[in-house]
C-alpha cells in the first residue's frame, strides 16, 4: 500500500528559473493538500483541491504560485520566477473521499527547495 | 486570531521518564484537533484525531486527551525510538479541510 509519494525530494533552482513539485495522493484518495514548512517555521497551509478543482487557495502567495489536481496524474505545485525566501520543504497530504464530516490527511516525504 | 501553541519548545527525557506535551488552541468551532509525530527530514505521521472534550486514544506509549482549551499527548515510559517533533493541528468548522499547525515540540529521549 503505497503512501503519498512526492517528488523530487531535492529540488535546487537559481534565482528566476522556475519549480515543479509533484505529489501523486495515496491510492483511493481524491483530495490533495499542499503546506509549506520555512526554516525554523511550523508547517503552514497553501492550497487544497479535488480533481480537477481547487477548493481552497487561502494559503497560496498571490504572485508566482499556481496548483494543479488534473483529471490524470499527480498533482503540480509550480512555482515561477524563484527566489530565496521560496527555499522550504513543501509537503502534500492527501485524504479520502469525506464519508463522514471527519478525515485525517497522510503527508508524503516533501519535497526541499533550495534556491541559489 | 486562531491560534495553535505548542509547549514545551523542546523537552529532553531519560529512558523510561514518563511526561506530557501540551497543545493549546484558541479557535472558535474546532472540528478536530489531530497529533502528528515528524522524524527529521520526513513528513509528518499521523498519530490520533480528537473530536470532542473529555475524548483520549491511544496507542502505545502515546496517549492523547483534548479539553475545551487543550490537548495533552503523554508519553508514559518513553523510549530512545520516540524521540521526534511531536505536531499538533487544529481543523476548524468554518476553514474546509485545512489544518493550522503549532511549531511542534522536539523531543529526545535520551537512553
Known amino acids: 500500500n503505497a503512501g503519498v509519494m512526492q517528488n523530487p525530494r531535492h529540488l535546487v533552482r537559481r534565482r528566476g528559473q522556475e519549480a515543479r513539485l509533484r505529489c501523486s495522493p495515496m491510492?483511493?484518495?481524491?483530495?490533495v493538500y499542499w503546506y509549506r514548512q520555512l526554516p525554523e517555521e511550523g508547517l503552514k497551509f497553501m492550497v487544497y483541491l479535488q480533481k480537477e478543482n481547487i477548493i481552497d487557495e487561502s494559503g497560496m502567495p498571490k504572485e508566482r504560485f499556481s496548483a494543479e489536481f488534473p483529471k490524470e496524474g499527480p498533482s503540480i505545485l509550480r512555482i515561477q520566477q524563484v527566489v530565496r525566501g521560496d527555499s522550504a520543504a513543501y509537503f502534500c497530504?492527501?485524504?479520502?473521499?469525506?464519508?463522514?464530516?471527519?478525515?485525517?490527511?497522510?503527508f508524503g516525504p516533501g519535497t526541499r527547495l533550495t534556491v541559489l | 486570531e486562531d491560534q495553535v501553541t505548542q509547549s514545551p519548545e523542546a523537552l529532553r527525557l531519560q529512558e523510561g521518564e514518563s511526561s506530557s506535551l501540551n497543545c493549546s488552541y484558541t479557535v472558535s468551532g474546532l472540528r478536530g484537533l489531530f497529533w502528528y509525530r515528524q522524524d527529521p527530514g520526513k513528513g509528518p505521521e499521523f498519530l490520533f484525531t480528537?473530536?470532542?472534550a473529555g475524548e483520549e486514544k491511544e496507542k502505545e506509549r502515546l496517549k492523547a486527551t483534548l479539553t475545551k482549551k487543550e490537548s495533552f499527548l503523554h508519553i508514559t515510559a518513553p523510549k530512545p525510538e520516540d524521540s521526534a517533533t511531536y505536531l499538533c493541528a487544529v481543523q476548524k468548522e468554518t476553514s474546509g479541510s485545512r489544518l493550522t499547525f503549532g511549531e511542534g515540540t522536539q523531543l529526545t529521549v535520551n537512553p
Open positions: 491510492k483511493g484518495h481524491s483530495h
Open positions: 480528537l473530536y470532542s
Open positions: 497530504a492527501s485524504s479520502p473521499p469525506k464519508r463522514t464530516m471527519y478525515n485525517e490527511q497522510f
